[in-house]
Structures are given as structure tokens and as C-alpha cells.
């Protein structure tokens, strides 16, 4: 989850003001799966509202080599990432 976390970090202007909820993960096809909602700062330094999220980390051994995160950015991306998820068994409650 950790490599997850940064990789959502890495995609927001304020990396300290990540805040998640409603996480799940599943294992399918050799991925772990991660579907959830996340909140972060903008440039103007508010909160931006709950958004969902879809990821998906490649792991070797026990150690993730390799972390995706799609839905932070345009409302394509969000619809994405529900779709995603949806097929998945979760359901944002954004």
C-alpha cells in the first residue's frame, strides 16, 4: 500500500495533504488491485473533495516493483478509474 500511497503523491500539487478512504484491494491475475477515493490540497491550498481512484502494483518477490494510479487527474480519468473499479465490486461513494 505504501508504494501506492506515494504514487498518489506523486501525482498531487501537496503531497502532504493526501488524505485516502475506503480502500480495498484484491489480487487478480497476478496484480494487486487497489480501489479507493482520495482528497488532496490544489494550488489555491483547499481541498478539492474526494475523488475515486483505481492502481494496480506489479510485486516481485515481496517487494512492489512498479505502481500505477489513474483518476487524479480530469473527469475522463475519474470516470475511468469508477469503471474500473466497479468491475472490481466497489463502488465510490462520490
Do not use: H, W
Not at 510485486?59 to 473527469?75: F, N, Q, T
Amino acid at each position: 500500500m505504501a508504494a501506492i500511497t506515494q504514487a498518489i503523491k506523486d501525482q498531487v500539487k501537496d503531497p502532504d495533504s493526501v488524505r485516502l478512504r475506503g480502500v480495498m484491494a484484491v489480487q487478480e491475475e497476478g496484480v494487486t488491485k487497489f480501489c479507493g477515493e482520495v482528497n488532496a490540497k490544489n494550488s489555491y491550498g483547499g481541498y478539492v473533495g474526494f475523488k475515486p481512484f483505481y492502481a494496480f502494483m506489479l510485486i516481485s518477490g515481496a517487494k512492489p516493483v512498479y505502481a500505477s494510479v489513474s483518476g487524479l487527474g480530469d473527469d475522463v480519468s475519474s470516470q475511468s478509474a469508477v469503471i474500473m473499479c466497479k468491475k472490481l465490486g466497489y463502488e465510490p461513494r462520490t
